[in-house]
């Protein structure tokens, strides 16, 4: 009996939940929990706590490895089913909780047909719980074991599509362009080629290849000739995504002719949702060139749209939409007055997360006028609505939003005790992302108190949880963050590090504002190690580069710098 259930919890091949473990061997007739606490005793097992929730594993690793090679392929391959089996049956509704197990058991026993479809549920739970990494390689095991198996096209097709949607996320451009050119290798006229081209043209679009980019979303195009009729969203789409990339390059013409062309396919079909989208695109456009009224025009659009429909809820959001527009141009009385207007439909039609979204921008309102009291009201209300309704992500947020308006009035004890309060929900709900942001602004807020060791503690943090998620984005800003700490603290070897690697990762995420960051600050590290010909020309660089993008703050960091390096060459003139 010991050596069966040690057998058992070697090809479990991780600490296994003592729960697990009572399921998978209730039919043995055997006191597990004796022959547990028996190998206990003999120093081959140990268990993480005295509770159901303890975890139960091997003493030393080696052990569990000498026992797995020791068995027959046969016999693990059979014990690996019968535990794909019994955590299937014994688990039911829960199983989801171990689906990264069921996919790999299923995987060992030679299953392939439960492997991938275990394979295929695990990468999404992954996915929902942004364990990135961890999702993206599952789906990379979907996409091997299915091959060009025409029996696994549907899984195929999925499995991809995730990939490619989740590279975007993650900065993994090239793994996410690796494996859809293959899949458009082998498949050049198979039906996923436009989804596939679409996805491509959009992760090139990210990583700045606006022509190939274009040159994708017209192939997709292309293929969608004649299919009005047969795929009208797809081609909607395309359209909007030249649109997109188009404005990105100031070819603002085109780009209003392609979203006019998504808007009119959306208006033919009644593709109601892309056409709001199509109306967004083209408010954007105007707005990048200048033309204010004609921003609102579209935007007023969607709101007549959703008024012709009898829709409440799109006229919610429209008028929502519309005060954000007010609030970006600086009227915070018209502002407000649309955001009272999408409120009063909210309470209408009864959605309390509609309201919350409300009372929250409101907030935000109040913050930038400098009425942080009646700020902190508002954020108050929509806490309250999303407690109420169990929203704990919405919830996490406006909590967020909360510690910046106290840390904005240099209440850093309330500021931090909402941090704190946002990380908790996080950790509960498994929300890496916000717990990310909490992470680096709480180490923001400790680095402008000038409490250097906290800042480097929290921002650590925030940047180790970045890494593991494979956000790289966040992951280059905490790296920024953590080079100003080190350049404060004097320790200028690990500021050049650390601003080093934020270069490094920002080059290949290719986010300019925060690249423009990181090069004050290397300018600023420069100018203490006394290279001052080069802090100045980095500081400079940046200080054109937050001038075009006109990202204000930045703008007055680099001057700063500039004052600073200008002061100590003697040019008091173009220091002041």
């Not at 392929?73 to 199983?95: F, Q, V, Y």
């Not at 902190?376 to 510690?403: N, P, S």
């Amino acid at each position: 009996s010991r050596r069966r259930l040690l057998e058992l919890i070697a090809v479990y091949g991780r600490p296994v939940l003592l729960r697990d473990l009572l399921a998978l061997t209730g039919s043995w007739g055997a006191p597990t929990r004796n022959l547990v606490r028996d190998l206990e005793t003999r120093l081959v097992l140990e268990r993480t706590r005295e509770d159901e929730e303890a975890y139960i594993q091997f003493h030393h690793g080696a052990g569990r490895e000498v026992l797995y090679r020791s068995m027959e392929p046969a016999k693990r391959n059979e014990l690996h089913k019968k535990i794909a089996e019994s955590l299937e049956a014994a688990l039911g509704s829960d199983s989801g909780r171990v689906l990264d197990d069921l996919a790999y058991h299923c995987l060992r026993s030679g299953d392939r047909a439960r492997a991938i479809r275990y394979s295929l549920q695990a990468a999404d739970r992954n996915r929902d719980l942004f364990a990135y990494r961890k999702a993206l390689d599952l789906y990379e095991q979907v996409l091997d074991l299915a091959g060009e198996d025409a029996t696994f096209v549907e899984a195929r097709h999925s499995g991809l599509q995730e990939l490619g949607d989740l590279a975007k996320r993650t900065g993994d451009y090239e793994r996410g362009l690796g494996r859809l050119g293959g899949f458009l290798a082998a498949e050049p006229d198979g039906p996923g080629r436009v989804w596939a081209e679409r996805l491509t043209g959009e992760i090139l679009a990210l990583k700045g290849d606006y022509d190939q980019a274009l040159s994708r979303f017209e192939r997709a195009r292309v293929s969608l000739d004649g299919s009005l009729d047969e795929n009208p969203r797809a081609l909607a789409m395309v359209e909007l995504n030249m649109a997109r990339v188009l404005e990105m390059k100031g070819e603002f013409e085109k780009a209003r002719a392609h979203g006019e062309a998504g808007l009119w396919v959306t208006g033919l079909k009644g593709l109601w949702r892309e056409r709001g989208a199509a109306l967004s695109i083209l408010g954007n456009i105007c707005w990048s060139q200048g033309d204010v009224d004609g921003a609102l025009r579209h935007h007023q659009r969607c709101l007549e749209l959703y008024d012709e429909r009898e829709n409440p809820y799109g006229l919610a959001v429209a008028y929502n939409n519309i005060g954000i527009l007010y609030h970006e141009k600086g009227e915070p009385e018209k502002a407000l007055s649309s955001y009272g207007r999408s409120l009063e439909l909210y309470e209408r039609i009864g959605s309390h997360s509609g309201m919350a979204l409300c009372y929250s921008n409101i907030g935000i309102v109040y913050e930038e006028r400098g009425e942080r009291e009646q700020a902190i009201e508002y954020h108050g209300k929509a806490v309250d609505i999303l407690r109420r309704i169990g929203d704990r992500t919405g919830q996490a947020r406006t909590i967020e939003c909360l510690a910046a308006v106290y840390g904005a009035m240099g209440q850093w004890e309330e500021s931090e005790r909402h941090h704190n309060e946002c990380l908790e929900i996080c950790r509960k709900i498994g929300n890496t992302p916000l717990s990310i942001y909490a992470y680096l602004n709480l180490g923001e807020n400790h680095l402008r108190m000038g409490a250097i060791g906290q800042a480097i503690d929290y921002v650590e943090k925030g940047t180790d949880l970045a890494r593991s998620t494979g956000s790289r984005m966040l992951e280059g800003v905490g790296l920024g963050l953590l080079g100003e700490a080190w350049r404060q603290k004097k320790d200028l070897a690990k500021a050049r590090e650390a601003l080093g690697a934020a270069t490094a990762t920002f080059e290949e995420v290719e986010c300019s504002t925060e690249m423009t960051k990181v090069r004050v600050r290397m300018a600023a590290l420069l100018a203490d190690e006394a290279d001052l010909e080069r802090a100045l020309e980095l500081a400079e660089r940046a200080y054109r580069e937050a001038t075009s993008a006109k990202t204000q703050e930045t703008i007055g960091l680099a001057a700063l710098v500039l004052a600073r390096v200008e002061h100590v060459r003697g040019g008091l003139d173009r220091a002041m």
